[in-house]
């Protein structure tokens, strides 16, 4: 597969680079480009020294050159600021090798993936930090951005990291220092997954700035060509802790026109309505908005037959324990009682009604916003089928204003920051493949100097993205372009949980559980020098039975966003694609 990306990552000598990763071979300063590299790395992977790990490490120039059959490889095309100059970095991902490692006596087997980038370029003064390109300081530096998406299943899977009692490893290898240059080696890149047991015959490969490159076949260790791959327990050592990273990816959406918010965890949905919209202040009694937003709400599972709904009020920390714990049985009663006005609560096996208080917020209660996030009345049941089909139902209202630009797909925009910075953003493609809608935006600041950043016109900063989890990234993650589809506004997929302590126990942060959007979590950013750059940006959203267009959009507020810094924009009328059609189109161009 081949893919052109608008995006200009060519960097200056001045700087390393790091996430994008260009560098010039022949400047004096990129002399220290692989040594900076590694020193950007805070915890090297443990198997970069030889005999760290206590076992015989494998051999990567061994390893490199085998060349299993059924190996996927994806191109992106990379332009310098200038014009200039070209790069095309092609990725080959082997086949996915699936084992079972006895040592470590885990509930599941493990994933092993080998990845190999090649640069080509008529100026062979450049190369490409490979290895820079694939890590997120701003979550440690030990985990690397690779991650495996099961489209089937809707599950999103990290590199396996290991706890050797003191600190955390991230257990994955690269060779030649992480450099690709052109006419030079190729550089191999090795990880390992968690997998389940209904894991998929094939996975897609999510890859900072290079995007999705799906259907990657996965075979047993049995299958799997020797000389090809490596075991797990070549690398980890057997008292080794590894820390379980695979999730259920949840989709979350918000109705635009009836005030309430819907996740679905992949067994539960949960529908949210604000408090204030429901009640005044420190009351229990419904307004007259309450009806409407119920209205809307209870469409959600008015054809549901049997299971349970749960009713559960809660509250900020305003006032005591006792007093709120009241507030909150009242209030859900009352939207209990307007709810059997509305549709026929018999059709459930069960209906509870509950009050939690504040015990449960979803936000921090330090801030008049967070306090108003945790005032809500959730609304929990199993669906028959995840919610894919509303979204296709013609919206009542039509789309929302916006007071941003409004483009076309291939077009670029000018967006303006609220700082008075200005950047292009091009919405490239919306392509499905299996359950999933993977975009690609392209960004390219107009003016490139040191204050410039990639990733604002698509991120909601620090800011947590929707009600209900805190961020795990430091706001360059590109989780702002949604989609509106019917009356939805649907956001990126996410995944995750409670932080992990180093003792292996969660870390809740007040109860708040941790969230990472499916979507380029690093753009830009974290690297000194990054700032100058351009990029192309990965977003990913679910799918929706028989979709044909969808209008992306990044709106101004949401129901938990009121301040983004970068302006709204929108881009209409989307046509959705698919990676089969991309990859004959870039086979005819070839």
């Known amino acids: 597969m081949r893919g ?42 443990p198997v970069d020294a030889e005999g760290e790990t206590g076992q015989e490490a494998y051999d990567d120039e061994e390893l490199a ?32 090798v699936r084992e079972h490692v006895e040592q470590h006596d885990d509930e599941n087997d493990f994933l092993q993936v080998s990845m190999r980038f090649e640069a080509e370029s008529e100026n062979e003064d450049y190369g490409w930090l ?43 290898r690269m060779s030649n220092q992480g450099l690709a240059a052109p006419g030079g080696d190729e550089v191999l890149w090795r990880g390992f997954f968690n997998t389940v047991d209904e894991t998929s015959d094939e996975l897609s490969v999510l890859i900072p700035y290079m995007g999705v490159v799906a259907d990657v076949p996965v075979i047993s260790a049995e299958e799997a060509e020797e000389d090809t791959w490596a075991s797990l327990a070549d690398v980890a050592q057997d008292d080794w802790d590894l820390l379980r990273q695979i999730w259920d ?3 979350y959406r918000e109705n635009m026109f009836d005030g309430y918010g819907s996740r679905y965890d992949g067994e539960e949905t949960t529908l949210t309505v604000s408090g204030d919209l429901l009640f005044e202040f420190g009351e229990a009694e419904l307004t007259d908005e309450a009806a409407e937003a119920l209205e809307g709400a209870s469409d959600e599972f008015e054809e549901i037959e049997g299971g349970e709904l749960q009713i559960i009020g809660h509250t900020d920390d305003v006032s005591d324990e006792e007093f709120n ?21 018999g059709a459930f096996d069960e209906v509870t009604v509950e009050g939690r208080n504040f015990q449960e917020p979803v936000a921090s209660n330090d801030t008049e916003e967070g306090q108003a996030q945790n005032r809500r009345v ?47 953003v091009t919405v490239e493609s919306v392509e499905q493949v299996g359950n999933l809608l993977v975009g690609r935006i392209s960004v390219a600041p107009e003016e490139l100097d040191a204050d410039d950043d990639l990733s604002w016109p698509l991120t909601f900063g620090g800011d947590p993205a929707r009600t209900g989890h805190d961020e795990l990234n430091t706001g360059t993650q590109a989780d702002a372009p949604t989609l509106l589809v019917g009356d939805f506004r649907i956001f990126p997929l996410d995944y995750g949980g409670p932080r992990i ?4 126990t969660p870390d809740t942060e007040d109860g708040i559980p941790v969230r990472s959007p499916l979507a380029d979590r ?31 959009d990044v709106p101004e507020a949401t129901g938990n966003i009121t301040d983004r810094e970068g302006e709204p924009w929108r881009v209409e009328d989307v046509p959705v694609g698919s990676a089969e059609e991309s990859s004959e189109d870039a086979e005819d161009e070839g």
């Open 65 to 96: 050159s085998q060349r299993p059959d059924g190996a996927v490889t994806h191109t992106e095309t990379f332009v310098s600021n200038d014009g200039q100059d070209v790069l095309d970095l092609s990725v080959t991902i082997d086949p996915i």
């Open 325 to 345: 714990q009241e507030l909150s049985e009242d209030r859900a009663q009352s939207v209990h009682d307007e709810l059997e006005d509305i549709v026929d609560l």
């Open 4 to 45: 052109k990306n608008r995006a200009y990552p060519f960097l200056t000598m001045a700087a390393l680079l790091a996430v994008t990763g260009c560098l010039s071979l022949e400047d004096p300063a990129s002399e220290e480009g692989p040594e900076a590299a590694e020193e950007s790395d805070e915890s090297p992977s």
């Open 378 to 424: 959730e609304l929990i049941y199993t669906p028959d089928e995840p919610p894919m089909q509303e979204f296709m139902e013609e919206a009542e209202g039509g789309l929302p204003e916006t007071d941003g630009p409004v483009g076309e797909v291939g077009e670029t925009m000018e967006v303006t920051h609220s700082d008075g910075r200005s950047a292009g």
């Open 501 to 504: 302590d180093a003792d292996d």
């Open 522 to 552: 690093n753009f830009g950013g974290g690297w000194e020098g990054t700032t100058t750059d351009s990029g192309t940006a990965t977003v990913i959203w679910p799918a929706a039975p028989g979709i044909e267009r969808v209008t992306v």
């Open 130 to 172: 490979v290895g820079e390109m694939l890590h997120n300081p701003a979550i440690g530096g030990t985990v690397d951005e690779v991650r495996l998406i099961d489209a089937e299943n809707l599950l999103a899977h990290q590199p396996v990291q290991a706890h050797d009692g003191e600190d955390w490893l991230d257990i994955s």
């Open 249 to 251: 990816l949840e989709i």
